[in-house]
């Protein structure tokens, strides 16, 4: 199902054609399925109790959601198909990276249709972005602006600074949506107010891409890095409970021990020991809360390689802010 007609599905959902999404959670992998017609894979950095929440507003042609976070979390994730997301973060409390880019509050940030989004939040973050049909967007920038996207979006970076002014109307363009939109009550009059909608926000989309193309030069410096990092993950994730070490890490990918820290700093701000590990205890979280009547805690933590059972609860409850027990209780009871 594309985007369209993925939308056009749920028009029947919310006020008219519209469908609101308004979700807190408690849980990174809960918080990872809170937006709709996306596909995400979360993995928290930070220790501590997490803390999300996701508002989404869907028209016809384009999505609008806020999405905050009170840990730094590893994203990858695919917007809905044939689609460009443009925002902008309003909440950078540390380092964060966008398509393998430093992230600045109010930067403008972009992914092309049918790429893959990688993002790593900081330690707190919220984001606003608009997730446009590529039809629609690159029709109203032929018609009303005479240009050509395509040719615009080739010279964006996924992090660019904006003038103030193009900032300023993006977040308000975007904020309205969250805020005005989606608090209406005036069923009848809705789909009047999502074609003014639609059309402020593709306007101010457009104006934000016209002046980011201006930056002829495209950045590549982080890619080689990110690359590491996710060979790392497809590693971690396929050895089958026996957990590689740092050596055999870097004689697969063919790199040094000083290489692949530097990658793991530069990409993620955390070690790739525990990265690996991290990955390894959101994959337990997932089988505790999946199947809990028909789980055992010791021998889920054995198939991702923890043998030591008081040491796998400790790196468990620092992550996650509670004992490996309690996620289980807490599964049974829902």
């Known amino acids: 199902m594309n985007f369209k007609d993925a939308l056009l599905s749920n028009s029947c959902a919310g006020k008219g054609k519209m469908h609101l999404v308004e979700r807190t959670s408690q849980d990174v992998l809960e918080q990872a399925d809170a937006l709709p017609f996306w596909s995400q894979d979360y993995t928290q950095l930070d220790r501590g109790a997490f803390s999300g929440s996701v508002t ?6 384009m999505q609008v959601f806020r999405e905050g976070m009170n840990r730094a979390v590893d994203q990858i994730a695919s917007a809905p198909e044939e689609t460009y997301v443009i925002g902008m973060p309003t909440i950078i409390e540390g380092n964060a990276s966008w398509g393998g880019e430093l992230v600045k509050p109010d930067a403008l940030i972009t992914l092309d249709k049918n790429a893959e989004l990688l993002f790593r939040t900081s330690h707190f973050s919220e984001i606003l972005a608009a997730v446009i049909s590529a039809q629609e967007l690159e029709e109203y920038a032929r018609q ?10 080739d010279k964006v970076n996924p992090v660019e600074i904006i003038p103030a002014e193009a900032a ?35 306007d101010a989309c457009l104006q934000a891409l016209m002046h980011a193309s201006d930056c002829q030069e495209r950045h590549y410096d982080q890619r080689i ?14 050895s089958d409970g026996d957990s590689l070490t740092i050596g055999e890490i870097c004689i697969n990918l063919c790199i040094s021990r000083r290489t692949l820290n530097h990658a793991f700093t530069r990409v993620l701000g955390i070690t790739p020991v525990e990265y690996m590990r991290n990955l390894r205890l959101h994959r337990i979280r997932a089988e505790l809360q999946a199947s809990p009547y028909e789980t055992t805690i010791a021998n889920v933590a054995a198939k991702w390689g923890f043998w030591h059972m008081s040491l796998f609860s400790r790196y468990y409850r620092e992550l996650f802010g509670e004992r490996p027990s309690e996620t289980l209780l807490h599964s049974k009871e829902k």
């Open 56 to 61: 989404s507003v869907t028209g016809l042609n």
């Open 144 to 153: 009303v602006e005479g240009v050509e996207l395509r040719a615009i979006m």
């Open 168 to 202: 300023q109307k993006l977040h308000l363009a975007l904020n309205s949506s969250t805020n005005f939109i989606a608090k209406s009550d005036d069923n009848a009059n809705i789909q009047h107010l999502l074609r003014h909608f639609e059309d402020n926000m593709m």
């Open 225 to 238: 890095h990110r690359y590491i990092v996710n060979r790392v993950r497809d590693l971690t994730l396929s």
